[in-house]
């Protein structure tokens, strides 16, 4: 078999299995086939006259090879390009793109960095595997440096409308870049057919079939890849008992109380304020659940030092404080809002504890955290999962409730719903999501897109020296 290179934004720490979120699992799942090399940046940033040496670490049959960034590289890659540019455009948020030259030239030469790093480490049959919107012109990089090998593209984000893509600032390079991989994957059908809409306008391409397209004279194969969860490994955290979460659910059920969740990092993409907005209306609209109904959003702190982040952080707060200054009574709170990252095993455990999972984003790439909902409901017992219709999941999640995050009355209507639902109808829904979540899980995700990455036709007709 073939070793497997995965190249990523961030490199994750291998070995504490239990704590390692979503994307990591699938990644070190992949890695763990054979041997592999996972090569990214540490998540450090080194101070002026520091040294961003790479550091090379083993765990069993993998092996990490990272790096620091400078404050530069950080600030202008991380934080500009990929997070005031790629990531807001391509959630559709035109309106909050920061885009200067600086940014740009950061991005192609941190690109540059990611493949010279990776370049020297390659075997000439390894199949290399990229991630992100960080890592768009890794290939190209590659390819200059003379890499014959099958490389693999991945995004995680939604790829955008053709309208809203060719509004990227540098898209045409960015389209040029992608055509340097053998595979590009994308989360969903649609995702992958806004690929297909744009390059028909905007590139000069040949379409061979469905899968298989001409470009730069490459072929490119194309697919989509809904990434998946670890089924077992979740549900067993969920069903573990936490005396803590226990005792609050069993308050609740003395009191005729439900919970709600959600947990999100504390994105603008997430729809965040919209939820709570539309948990406003439902306690307006159906008064009888005041004092009954409870909503726990856990909103994990995410790349502070961009102003849209610290923006929605003040219009949440002051969302769920006026929620609770209207309802609250000395012995209820609607909202209970924590704006930390909580252990994983805890957060299963309360997934498992609560009636309904509230998943609304405005855009998303898939959302893990809608499947994670669905592993750690009792099987007896189970919760309802409410989602949003722009969420990659909700193509493959059709016995979820789908809603459109944008109208409040509408998920208000969907939350009454799941709460007055019968548990027939609840189990038979909880089955059939259960059964497509273990069919397309990490494991499944990551050898279906290797295996395609193996079946892509290498053909290279033209040399990218330059
Ligand atoms: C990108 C795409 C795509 C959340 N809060 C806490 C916590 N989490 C964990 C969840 C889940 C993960 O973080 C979030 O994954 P998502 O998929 O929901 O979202 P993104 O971070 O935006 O990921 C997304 C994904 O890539 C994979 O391709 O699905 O669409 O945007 O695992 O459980 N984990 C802990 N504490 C928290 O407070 N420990």
């Not at 002051?318 to 909580?342: D, H, M, T």
């Not at 979540?437 to 193996?454: C, M, P, S, Y």
Request: glycine letters at 6%; proline letters at 4%; hydrophobic letters at 40%.
């Amino acid at each position: 078999m073939e070793r497997l290179v995965i190249i990523s934004n961030r490199v994750a720490e291998i070995g504490e299995k239990t704590q390692i979120g979503g994307l990591a699992v699938g990644i070190a799942d992949a890695l763990s086939r054979g041997e592999g090399l996972w090569v990214g940046w540490n998540g450090a940033v080194s101070g002026p006259g520091e040294d961003p040496a790479t550091s090379r670490k083993q765990h069993e049959a993998i092996t990490t090879l990272t790096f620091s960034l400078t404050e530069e590289e950080h600030e202008n890659y991380y934080l500009g390009f990929s997070n005031r540019v790629l990531w807001p455009s391509f959630h559709y948020r035109l309106d909050l793109i920061e885009f200067s030259e600086a940014f740009a030239k950061a991005y192609s030469s941190v690109n540059k960095r990611f493949a010279r790093t990776a370049f020297p480490e390659l075997k000439s049959d390894d199949l290399v595997w990229v991630h992100d919107y960080h890592l768009i012109p890794v290939a190209q990089e590659l390819r200059k440096l003379g890499s014959r090998h099958r490389i693999g593209f991945f995004l995680h984000i939604p790829f955008p409308s053709a309208e809203i893509f060719s509004a990227v600032p540098r898209h045409e390079w960015l389209r040029e870049c992608l055509f340097q991989f053998d595979l590009i994957g994308f989360q969903t059908n649609r995702d992958l057919e806004n690929f297909r809409l744009y390059l028909a306008e905007h590139a000069d391409v040949e379409f061979i079939s469905d899968n298989l397209i001409k470009a730069a004279g490459r072929i490119i194969r194309l697919g989509a890849f809904p990434i998946g969860i670890d089924v077992e490994q979740f549900a067993a955290m969920a069903n573990k008992v936490d005396d803590a979460v226990e005792l609050e659910r069993m308050r609740r059920d003395i009191l005729g109380r439900i919970q709600m969740i959600s947990a999100d990092r504390l994105d603008y993409s997430k729809g965040l304020p919209e939820r709570t907005r539309a948990f406003l209306e439902f306690l307006n609209a159906y008064p009888e659940y005041r004092g009954f109904a409870e909503y726990l959003q856990i909103a994990s702190p995410t790349r502070e030092d961009v102003l849209a982040y610290t923006e929605i952080r003040t219009e949440l707060e002051q969302l769920s404080g006026a929620v609770n200054g209207k309802f609250a009574e000395f012995n209820w709170s609607p909202v209970q809002y924590i704006n930390r990252s909580i252990p994983r095993d805890k957060l299963a455990c309360l997934f498992h504890a609560s009636r309904i999972g509230l998943i609304t984003p405005l855009r998303d790439g898939m959302n893990l955290v809608a499947k994670e909902y669905i592993a750690a409901q009792p099987a007896d017992d189970p919760g309802v999962l409410i989602l949003s219709k722009f969420a990659g999941a909700a193509e493959q999640l059709e016995e979820a409730l789908i809603v459109n995050p944008y109208d409040a009355g509408e998920v208000a209507g969907a939350i009454r719903r799941a709460v007055t639902m019968p548990l027939e109808e609840r189990q038979n829904r909880q089955r059939k999501l259960l059964d497509r979540i273990k069919t397309t899980d990490a494991h499944w995700w990551q050898t279906t897109f290797l295996e395609a990455l193996g079946h892509a036709p290498y053909v290279s007709t033209q040399s990218t020296q330059s």
